[in-house]
């Protein structure tokens, strides 16, 4: 249930309504806007009687709602989140971000290059796995703590913030100590005991869409992470398993304005991931733009036929500038 408060409620009107939900034996989540506050209330199992609330000094309305995700709803949370990492803004009313980096680091002078080649072409956000969740245990599975500091290094020398990914609890230490932002991968993304770890952080964490997820569960799992107080949070489509075999997955763009009608928070998408096909990227990158996607993640390599994860889908430094080029005059016909 959602109750709104009239937009000249007191402070104390606000407590007394907090303390009314907390009588019933459920949670009172105050949502501060610009006009009104509202409050959210968690916990119920069921239908909520409003019975003893509906009518307190204060109340404008009570709204039932019955997503089984709730902070990360608009109903909960009309006004959009925009997540701040540094001076970069993530979110409506910001220019769609770019994060660009190789799939896996290899090598210092390898992420060094890549971050070179990614903040020259006008991204702003670095990437790159030290930990990698592959489906045979014989493939290359990263540097683990060495590859973190190639990457915070590598994003220190060309200014850029850092992305990478956490697959277990016991990692999460070092990756916060390296990363500027905690990416759970499709693989985790219903991993719930890791993300109500990551949900006690202050580090924005980017979530990845699992496989077979449906929207719903997508949802659900990012109210795990804000249930237990982290906000931050940047969704991310990366396509989903179907019956088709000519891409990696099926990137479903449908879900761009599904999330944006549905839910506060900034979504991004993944366009190499989901085709696995480098000749793809540029253009579904530039679909997702359009689509309303507050930017893209994509893979960037400075050699792609030598990668050690990913090259098919990699993108060298020509045809990444040369996409980025294409975008920049996408920006201008979309209002940026």
């Known amino acids: 249930m959602l109750i709104v408060m009239d937009h000249n409620a007191t402070a104390a009107q606000v407590r007394a309504v907090q303390q009314a939900v907390e009588a019933m034996g459920l949670q009172a989540a105050p949502i501060p ?21 509906r009518n307190l000094p204060g109340v404008r309305e009570c709204i039932h709602v019955s997503k089984p995700y709730k902070l990360v709803s608009r109903d909960f949370h009309p006004e959009p989140t925009v997540v701040e990492v540094g001076a970069i803004k993530i979110g409506d009313g910001h220019p769609p971000v770019v994060i660009a980096g190789p799939c896996s680091i290899e090598s210092p002078e390898q992420m060094l290059e890549a971050a070179r080649i990614a903040r020259d072409a006008g991204a702003q956000i670095l990437r790159g796995g030290a930990f990698k ?26 200014g850029m913030p850092v992305v990478t990914e ?17 990416q759970i991968g499709a693989r985790n993304m219903q991993n719930f005991d890791l993300l109500k770890e990551v949900g006690k952080c202050r580090h924005p964490v980017l ?23 982290n906000p931050r949070v940047i969704l991310c489509e990366r396509g989903i398993r179907t019956f088709e075999q000519a ?6 763009l449908s879900v761009v304005p599904l999330v944006r009608e549905l839910s506060h928070l900034p979504i991004l998408v993944d366009p190499s991931h989901a085709t696995g096909k480098r000749s793809l990227v540029a253009v579904m990158s530039k679909a997702a733009l359009v689509a309303g996607a507050h930017g893209i993640m994509v893979e960037v390599h ?16 020509e045809g990444f500038g040369r996409m980025m080029g294409d975008i920049r005059g996408l920006l201008g016909y979309l209002g940026y």
């Open 247 to 252: 891409t990696r997955n099926t990137l479903d």
């Open 302 to 317: 400075p050699d792609p036929a030598k990668a050690l994860c990913d090259g098919a889908q990699s993108l060298d430094g």
């Open 33 to 53: 806007g610009r006009e009104r506050t509202a409050i959210g209330v968690l916990g119920n199992q069921g239908y909520v009687d409003d019975t003893a609330i």
């Open 166 to 182: 956490i697959m277990r609890i016991e990692q999460l230490d070092a990756v916060c100590r390296y990363a500027d932002i905690l």
């Open 207 to 229: 979530l990845k869409r699992g496989m077979s997820a449906t929207l719903e569960e997508f949802l659900a799992a990012a109210e795990y992470i804000l249930a237990e107080g």
């Open 133 to 158: 969740p592959r489906t045979g245990p014989h493939s290359f599975q990263g540097l683990g703590e060495k590859g973190l500091k190639f990457l915070r290094q590598a994003g220190d020398a060309v």
